[in-house]
């Protein structure tokens, strides 16, 4: 069993930058890909950004090309998710996920076998 804790939410103004952390315990995550989604209220849970378990590859949806950076620290457990030029567009419950998984079904949240409980970022405008 994996548990993940994710934290780094919080309220900012648009345009501004936040780091959410997922921290792993339980188990090493290095076998994993690990995703970011997100979900607004009234609005289905969405795919934000993908790392393979090997770090060479990373996957955006096209909402956050170009502003969010995924990475991650093998050594720590530990995953990131580098937000900047935060638009309100942006406002959602953030959750981590891991799981064993290729390239094709990273962006499918159902493929993942774990989820963190969720982090709140709150966009002002």
């Known amino acids: 069993q994996v548990q993940l804790v994710e934290s780094g939410g919080g309220l900012v103004q648009a345009g501004g930058s936040l780091r959410l952390s997922c921290a792993a315990s339980?188990?090493?995550?290095?076998?994993?890909?690990m995703g970011w989604f997100r979900q607004a209220p009234g609005k289905e849970r969405e795919f934000v950004a993908a790392i393979t378990w090997n770090n060479d590859s990373t996957y955006y949806a096209d909402s956050v090309k170009g502003r969010f950076t995924i990475s991650r620290d093998n050594a720590k457990n530990t995953v990131y998710l580098q937000m900047n030029n935060l638009k309100p567009e942006d406002t959602a419950v953030y959750y981590c996920?891991?799981?064993?998984?290729?390239?094709?079904?990273?962006?499918?949240?159902?493929?993942?076998?774990?989820w963190g409980q969720g982090t709140q970022v709150t966009v002002s405008s």
């Open positions: 996920a891991a799981g064993p998984l290729r390239a094709s079904g990273l962006r499918i949240g159902s493929r993942y076998n774990y």
């Open positions: 339980g188990r090493t995550i290095s076998a994993y890909a």
